[in-house]
């Protein structure tokens, strides 16, 4: 049963910085692609970033890029995500997904494995 489960959210100050984590559970982790996405009250789920299996490469929506890193540490079988100078429009529920795609996808439908999420609260 594969299972995924993120840590490390909270209610942070504008600006603040926090990183979010993913462990995994019940999969090869290092033949699976790992994606964050995030979904805001009233808005539809939208991709923030994804990483390889090997992490040779990553993919970031417009909105985080030199903002987000994402990383991955299969030793460890869990993927982070470190997010810095906070805005209020970045509070949402973050959710990491697995894909047996290859590369980075960015798209909801190439993923097979969603955990619960961790609610992201940025205050101005």
């Not at 890029?65 to 540490?73: A, G, M």
């Not at 993927?79 to 798209?107: F, H, W």
Request: glycine content about 8%; overall charge positive; proline content about 4%.
């Amino acid at each position: 049963q594969v299972q995924l489960v993120e840590s490390g959210g909270g209610l942070v100050q504008a600006g603040d910085s926090l990183r979010l984590a993913c462990a995994a559970s019940g999969l090869a982790f290092n033949n699976y692609a790992m994606g964050w996405f995030r979904q805001a009250p009233g808005k539809e789920r939208e991709f923030v970033a994804a990483i390889s299996p090997r992490a040779s490469s990553t993919s970031y929506a417009d909105s985080v890029k030199d903002q987000f890193t994402i990383s991955r540490d299969n030793a460890r079988n869990t993927v982070y995500l470190q997010m810095n100078s906070l805005k209020p429009e970045d509070t949402a529920v973050y959710s990491c997904a697995a894909s047996i795609q290859s590369g980075s996808p960015v798209r909801p439908s190439s993923y097979g494995h969603w955990g619960r999420g961790t609610q992201v609260t940025v205050s101005s």
